[in-house]
């Protein structure tokens, strides 16, 4: 990348918010989305979220951004803790973008299950569920209060 283009990537924040989209598609779909649909992330959280988020918010997205391990717990736990909070937020948007997409919106379809494996599958993401919110309560808090 241009110095130049980087120096304004850095400046409005478009790296963060690739990083993001990046870092979500993996987290929903397993694998990085085209360079088209990081753009399409990139400018509906600059429409959708203008204002920059609330230091708590801002600390949690800074950490996802840089430990990818963490988005599942931190998902969970913002589900209950902060439902309308950022980081909820722009993993829907993302995922809204890529259930629009061609490539992506197979991952976002039903699946015929009988009922044995249906029972199986949601017990089992029950259990991942509650793993992850109890792994990203504590996470959360201790994340977010650092960058209140």
Partial sequence: MPAALWLVSA???SAELA??????????????PAPALVDR??????????ERPEPGDAAVLAFVRRH????????????LRRPGGALRSRILVM???????PEFADDFLPRHLGPVA???????AGTIAVLEAMVGLP??????????
Avoid: K, N, Q
């Avoid at 992330?41 to 203008?50: G, H, I, K, Q, S």
């Avoid at 249906?118 to 089992?124: D, I, K, N, Q």
């Fill in 41 to 50: 992330y990139v400018a509906a959280c600059r429409t959708l979220f203008p």
């Fill in 139 to 148: 996470l959360h808090a201790a994340v977010a209060r650092r960058g209140a």
């Fill in 68 to 79: 990818g391990w963490s988005v599942g717990p931190l998902d969970a736990a913002a589900g």
């Fill in 95 to 101: 995922a809204a973008i890529l259930e629009t997409s």
């Fill in 118 to 124: 249906l029972v199986l599958r949601v017990a089992g």
């Fill in 19 to 32: 990083a993001e989209a990046r870092r979500f598609a993996r987290y929903l779909v397993g694998r990085d």
């Fill in 11 to 13: 400046v409005d924040g």
